[in-house]
């Protein structure tokens, strides 16, 4: 609401003459009051009529009083109206597209990052695990180290 106080006169002047040229009867009319506020501003009650609005706050009401109409702002502002004709199908089926292929691309990228846990998880798990370190080829036994002819006592200074 700070903002229209310090808007320039010529542009409030063109928007209350703009607004006042959107009514019917406002644009009939000589001295028509046009009320600013912000909407958050606005009082709606449910024993109001259709169209009847209080506010909260008056001192935030400004009301801009247009004397008369001036042709050549409304001929400006219809020169530069610019009405679009949506095809709001297209539009939301594009938006759906887009939102379906994002919801896709994460769903991938969480696969990619849970399978490269599991990956993780099982490296750690087997690097834990002593299934490496009892392998039937690397074991010797005692009566494989007698039938080789060595004594325990030259197997011991080996390993050390």
């Excluded at 909260?56 to 502002?77: C, M």
Aim: proline fraction near 3%; charge should be positive; glycine fraction near 6%.
């Amino acid at each position: 609401m700070l903002l229209f106080f310090l808007t320039p006169p010529l542009i409030t002047r063109g928007v209350g003459g703009g607004q006042r040229g959107g009514c019917v009867l406002g644009n009939k009319m000589n001295n028509v009051e046009v009320v600013y506020t912000s909407w958050s501003n606005l009082k709606k009650a449910p024993s109001m009529d259709v169209g009847q609005v209080g506010f909260h706050n008056p001192r935030l009401v400004h009301i801009l009083t247009v004397e008369k109409r001036v042709n050549e702002i409304l001929n400006r502002l219809h020169k530069t109206r610019v009405e679009r004709r949506p095809d709001l199908k297209a539009e939301k089926d594009a938006s759906n597209a887009a939102e379906k292929a994002e919801k896709k691309m994460q769903l991938k990228d969480k696969k990619r990052r849970e399978e490269i846990e599991r990956l993780v998880k099982e490296r750690q798990a087997e690097i834990r695990s002593y299934k490496g370190l009892m392998v039937a080829e690397k074991m010797t036994s005692n009566r494989q180290i007698a039938s080789a002819g060595k004594s325990m006592q030259e197997v011991e200074d080996d390993f050390v």
